[in-house]
């Protein structure tokens, strides 16, 4: 990489002088450089940069080092002889690949002479190691031939300082943008510390002082115990903390996070820190929730499918069956919906697939199940009833519902229902015969007209 400076002097020598200062911090009056000699630089000037560690080296125009100085010896591992035999184009790598001295004549012999420049080279040590360089130089004309003076510092330290300094914005980048922060707790203590990134998760200004007391209170009140738990567990047992909670902000908000964290001990091995990381996960959640809901809900309807209501009807039986109430499986056949279906279009029996289920659900309690299980049938699970009457009463508030017409997209329709009901446990106590026993009661209601119900 070239970089021009865009400085002129009125004698080649002043250049080194100047150039030095600023790199060594010494004043123009401690470095006097003698126009005179045009052959090394004066012993003050030599002296602060053996110093400094900065390299010197005068070189021909063919290239040929004509002088040098020992903090150059030391940074190449050539000796004073070796330096002799040497050209400049030796030193370097050569980046451009056409050619080491080549490429070194065409940038240090490129008038105007009196400007400096710099560049970011490669030094080869004489054990093959190479070294990232900074170099300054600057040409001279004296009569007919050419020379050029360099300064060559060594920048492994600042490119490893400044290789730290990105590594570091990156980590605190890929935190940021992963929305992970680290913890630290001193345990049985309220002694918290946690990095810039988890005040804004527990919805606090970025400076907020951290606290276990502070971290106990964001937590949601019905995760609390949860949270306290595990990291019970995990100190009593020396297990990984791994947790899952809701936090809520001061206006409300509700997030969720996602907390994992080590236990430090010294060397003893009595328990000191537990560390970790924490980041929040409500994004992941809402998508974990979208799959589930797609995975047991009707995707037209919104209702439960037919994988959900079987489980819940599982969950009713052994209910039933353990409190010794009586619980009700109700299959629904919508009368006339190939003949709507057929006769408006799929957009039209779409609808009226929605609102049935809608009405259905405006029907029943608020505890009761409406599933849709296909086509344009429905089933419903009724639990704790008081009697098996009342099942036949919900049944014919149901009928009553849907002899209200339908407006579906400027039609008027009106739907017959056809209901067959089994109870359990008076006419079974397994999910497979209820569901059996219902829909062959359906067949038998649909059989007898419409609007009808029948109970197995």
Same mark, same amino acid.
Request: hydrophobic share 40%; proline share 3%.
């Given at each position: 990489?070239?970089?021009?400076?865009?400085?002129?002097?009125?004698?080649?020598?002043?250049?080194? $002088?100047?150039?030095?200062?600023?790199?060594?911090?010494?004043?123009?009056?401690?470095?006097? /450089?003698?126009? =005179?000699?045009?052959?090394?630089?004066?012993?003050?000037?030599?002296?602060?940069?053996?110093?400094?560690?900065?390299?010197?080296?005068?070189?021909?125009?063919?290239?040929?080092?004509?002088?040098?100085?020992?903090?150059?010896?030391? +940074?190449?591992? +050539?000796?004073?002889?070796?330096?002799?035999?040497?050209?400049?184009?030796?030193? /370097?790598?050569?980046?451009?690949?056409?050619?080491?001295?080549?490429?070194?004549?065409?940038? %240090?012999?490129?008038?105007?002479?009196?400007?400096?420049?710099?560049?970011?080279?490669?030094? $080869?040590?004489?054990?093959?190691?190479?070294?990232?360089?900074?170099?300054?130089?600057?040409?001279?004309?004296?009569?007919?031939?050419?020379?050029?003076?360099?300064?060559? *510092?060594?920048?492994?330290?600042?490119?490893?300082?400044?290789?730290?300094? &990105?590594?570091?914005?990156?980590?605190?980048?890929?935190?940021? #943008?992963?929305?992970?922060?680290?913890?630290?707790?001193?345990?049985?203590?309220?002694?918290?510390?946690?990095?810039?990134? $988890?005040?804004?998760?527990? !919805?606090?200004?970025?400076?907020?002082?951290?606290?276990?007391? &502070? #971290?106990?209170?964001?937590?949601?009140?019905?995760?609390?115990?949860?949270? =306290?738990?595990?990291?019970?567990?995990?100190?009593?047992?020396?297990?990984?903390?791994? %947790?899952?909670?809701?936090?809520?902000?001061?206006?409300?908000?509700?997030?969720?996070?996602?907390?994992?964290?080590?236990?430090?001990?010294?060397?003893? !091995?009595?328990?000191?820190?537990?560390?970790?990381?924490?980041?929040?996960?409500?994004?992941?959640?809402?998508?974990?929730?979208?799959?589930?809901?797609?995975?047991?809900?009707?995707?037209?309807?919104?209702?439960?499918?037919?994988?959900?209501?079987?489980?819940?009807?599982?969950?009713? $039986?052994?209910?039933?069956?353990?409190?010794?109430?009586?619980?009700?499986?109700?299959? &629904?056949?919508?009368? =006339?919906?190939?003949?709507?279906?057929?006769?408006? !279009?799929?957009?039209?029996?779409?609808?009226?697939?929605?609102?049935?289920?809608?009405?259905?659900?405006?029907?029943?309690?608020?505890?009761?199940?409406?599933?849709?299980?296909?086509?344009?049938? /429905?089933?419903?699970?009724?639990?704790? &009833?008081?009697?098996?009457?009342?099942?036949?009463?919900?049944?014919?508030?149901?009928?009553?519902?849907?002899?209200?017409?339908?407006?579906?997209?400027?039609?008027?329709?009106?739907?017959?229902?056809?209901?067959?009901?089994?109870?359990?446990?008076?006419?079974?106590?397994?999910?497979?015969?209820?569901?059996?026993?219902?829909?062959?009661?359906?067949?038998?209601? =649909?059989?007898?007209?419409?609007?009808?119900? *029948?109970?197995?």
């Amino acid at each position: 990489m070239i970089r021009r400076l865009d400085m002129a002097f009125p004698f080649p020598e002043l250049w080194l $002088v100047a150039l030095a200062s600023m790199l060594i911090g010494v004043g123009f009056s401690g470095l006097y /450089f003698s126009r =005179k000699t045009h052959h090394a630089p004066d012993t003050g000037l030599m002296t602060a940069l053996e110093r400094s560690g900065l390299g010197y080296v005068r070189i021909d125009s063919a290239g040929c080092i004509l002088s040098h100085n020992a903090a150059l010896e030391n +940074l190449t591992g +050539l000796s004073n002889d070796e330096f002799t035999k040497l050209r400049i184009s030796s030193l /370097f790598v050569d980046h451009e690949h056409t050619g080491s001295g080549r490429f070194i004549t065409n940038i %240090v012999f490129t008038p105007p002479y009196d400007r400096t420049h710099s560049y970011d080279l490669t030094a $080869v040590k004489k054990d093959g190691a190479r070294i990232p360089v900074e170099v300054w130089f600057a040409g001279e004309v004296s009569g007919t031939k050419a020379q050029t003076q360099w300064l060559i *510092r060594d920048v492994r330290e600042t490119k490893e300082v400044e290789r730290l300094r &990105l590594s570091e914005e990156r980590y605190k980048s890929s935190r940021t #943008f992963a929305n992970i922060g680290t913890w630290d707790w001193t345990v049985g203590s309220d002694a918290l510390h946690w990095s810039e990134e $988890v005040a804004p998760m527990f !919805g606090l200004p970025s400076d907020t002082v951290p606290a276990y007391s &502070l #971290f106990c209170e964001a937590v949601h009140p019905e995760d609390r115990a949860r949270v =306290k738990e595990n990291e019970d567990i995990c100190i009593a047992q020396n297990l990984k903390h791994d %947790v899952e909670y809701r936090v809520v902000w001061p206006d409300g908000t509700v997030r969720w996070l996602r907390e994992t964290g080590n236990l430090l001990r010294d060397e003893h !091995g009595n328990l000191m820190r537990m560390i970790g990381v924490v980041r929040d996960i409500t994004d992941q959640k809402e998508i974990e929730h979208r799959y589930r809901h797609m995975a047991y809900h009707d995707p037209l309807t919104g209702l439960p499918n037919r994988g959900l209501f079987e489980q819940r009807l599982d969950l009713a $039986v052994q209910r039933a069956t353990r409190h010794q109430v009586s619980t009700a499986v109700m299959f &629904l056949d919508l009368g =006339k919906f190939k003949s709507i279906n057929d006769t408006y !279009g799929h957009i039209v029996g779409d609808e009226v697939l929605i609102e049935a289920g809608s009405r259905l659900k405006s029907a029943v309690r608020g505890t009761d199940t409406v599933a849709r299980i296909g086509g344009d049938e /429905f089933v419903l699970i009724l639990e704790d &009833l008081k009697n098996v009457n009342e099942a036949d009463k919900l049944a014919q508030k149901i009928i009553a519902a849907f002899q209200e017409p339908m407006d579906i997209i400027s039609h008027s329709l009106t739907i017959d229902l056809s209901i067959g009901i089994s109870i359990c446990p008076d006419n079974a106590a397994t999910t497979t015969e209820l569901i059996h026993l219902a829909d062959t009661a359906m067949y038998a209601a =649909k059989a007898a007209g419409r609007n009808k119900v *029948r109970t197995a």
